[in-house]
């Protein structure tokens, strides 16, 4: 099994085809340090992380601090001010114990006008330019969960990669973000390929469809030997066109309830603390995702018992509105979750 790397445009970085994430908050060091150790050993040379995520840039740091040549290092600031997001990056360097970061992002975008603070003048972008100038940053990016918004970043010019969700279950990405991206040459990266494990029950399809994608880069939370073997083994094999063109063909089969996953019906999270929007926490923004995947193709006995603790929670919806007040998209919110619950019997 020989990892298969591919050559990014913009940033010309020569990146392993699936790269590390990092949830790794609830995970102890011990788990950290087999988890990227396992993963350079494999030939994976790129991680992706935030300083939001708080010890993770510490953990990956202690796990493989000493191997710091053999990876590209990529964090997140979620602050949107210029003095704030400065701040950070010298804290991640100090923590990274580097002088030099591959990539910074502007992350956790939810909401349009958090990406206007970030882009104006005094916002976090000039932070970023600034770090870009002085050498502590190689290359400038952005993360999030409304194409729209990323959309305002990636037109300034300055954006030379993007993060976003792409997976079998929310396609969006096909008609959005990628035809953006390379419009704009800007290098793509997509998180949560197996929508945290729920799409389990294919997983070789539905990795593979990201795969043979025009996706540049899969970032996946692979935190055992064996997930790492598994994905490393689907990311080594060259695509063909026409692999892509049968899979293409079957996702698009696939409805779509038209989320995006911003998770603002649900709650969301800025520097400044959590706000919540729906009174009972129903998962609104996975229940929307997995809706017609369900439907299609089932989900796994682990992935069915998750969803129905979603669906357990969401029984006590009381057609509050809230989410759906919220929504950027205008989405039936609650039509959605009577069905699930009437369908999951
Ligand atoms: S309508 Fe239901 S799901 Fe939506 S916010 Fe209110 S209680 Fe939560
Ligand atoms: S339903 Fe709307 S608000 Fe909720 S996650 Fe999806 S796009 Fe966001």
Redesign the pocket.
Known sequence: MIMRYKKLKRTGFKVSAVASGSHIQQMSQEQCNIAYNTALDHGVNLIFTSAAYMVAEAKITAAVGDRRKEFYIVSTTDYRDAEHASKQIDESLKIFKTDYIDIYNIGGIRKPEIIDQALAPGGALEALLEAKKEGKIGHIGVTGHRPEALEKAIKTGHIECALFVFNWALQNPLQDMLPLCKEYNVDTFCMRPLEDGMLDNHAERNLRFLFSSPLDIVVSGMYTPEVIDYNVALASKSPTKTEWEELQLQARELGWTGCRKCGL?LSWREMTGTTT????A?N?PMIMTLYYYRKKYGLSPNAEKRWREFIGV?K?????????AICPYNLP??KY?HNAIRETP
Not at 277 to 280: D, K, L, R, S
């Open positions: 019906c929007t729906c009174p009972y129903i609104s969401a006590k919806c009381d057609d509050c509105g809230k989410c759906e919110i609650t979750i």
